[in-house]
């Protein structure tokens, strides 16, 4: 057989959604549709706040006092190269070349993303699974300039520690989960490598993992993406982009309005 036609991936694209849909529905049932309303609120509330504060990166895209962008860093296994059209981004899921490129700038301090993740995470994430978009999820640390911390830039190396250790969406998730209740806060290291524990990493793989924290193995490749972001003047986070369109952030959060989206490009 061929590639799947348009009509196949369209019709994919509205079972998941359809699916998402149901498990939405007996959350709302389980936890109460006035949680839901508040959380939906909060990342479009939110990341309209994040956009009237951003970015207050210096002209480098970086803070001074952590590394400076270096495209010749290394990078984690499988994160796009410098000349790529999506610079930085780490890929996830199954798609290929013959479905739209669904990017997402994400801080990992940012509470708007955060409460994205809950309300929306798992059908975007789905989507990418089941082959219907190319995920590319943009990490920015624009926050560390606006509350005072590197602990964006930190968390981000943290996670191509963990790229590499084959926990791409795994500690990607446990990041958000333990997001700080109080924006500012930040994670310290020992946190970071702390939300690695449950991973079902080897002692060996765990080691190595804290070493690369330790080290900030992956602070430059932080600091690159961080910059990307800067230059490319995008308004706040999160921020989504299909096949290069702006992505309204409640479009994000509504798997059955995302995954429409979708099946109309591809």
């Known amino acids: 057989m ?23 529905e007996r959350m709302v049932r389980f936890i109460g549709g ?31 006092g952590i590394v400076q962008p270096d495209p010749e860093a290394a990078l984690p296994v499988g994160v796009l190269a410098a000349d790529s059209t999506t610079p ?9 070349a013959d479905v739209p490129v669904l990017e997402i700038w994400e801080d990992f301090q940012c ?5 994205l993740e809950e309300v929306n995470g798992a059908g975007i994430e789905e989507l990418a699974e089941e082959g219907l978009v190319q995920l590319i999820y ?6 560390d300039a606006n509350l005072g911390n590197d602990s964006s830039h930190r968390a981000i190396g943290a996670w191509g520690c963990a790229i590499d250790a084959g926990k791409t ?13 109080e924006e500012g806060v930040g994670f310290t290291d020992e946190e970071l490598v702390s939300f690695a524990s449950g991973l079902d990493l080897s002692d060996g ?20 993406s961080n910059q990307e ?27 059955v309005a995302l995954a429409d989206l979708v099946a109309s490009k591809s």
């Open 2 to 24: 061929g590639a799947k036609s348009r009509r196949d991936r369209a019709a994919e694209a509205r079972g998941v959604a359809q699916a998402s849909e149901k498990r939405r």
């Open 34 to 64: 006035a949680t839901v309303v508040v959380i939906m609120a909060a990342i479009i509330g939110v990341a309209i706040f994040a956009s009237s504060n951003s970015p207050s990166n210096d002209a480098s895209g970086s803070l001074s």
């Open 88 to 96: 930085f981004g780490v890929p996830y899921g199954n798609g290929g």
């Open 111 to 115: 509470p708007a993303c955060g409460a």
């Open 138 to 143: 943009r990490p920015t640390a624009f926050l």
């Open 169 to 181: 969406i795994e500690f990607h998730n446990s990041v958000y989960d333990n997001q700080p209740a």
């Open 205 to 224: 793989d765990l080691a190595t993992f804290s070493q690369c924290v330790t080290d900030g193995t992956y602070l430059a490749w932080a600091a690159n």
């Open 229 to 255: 972001f800067s230059t490319s003047q995008i308004g706040g986070t999160p921020s989504g982009f299909l096949n290069g369109e702006a992505v309204g952030t409640e479009v994000l959060a509504d798997q």
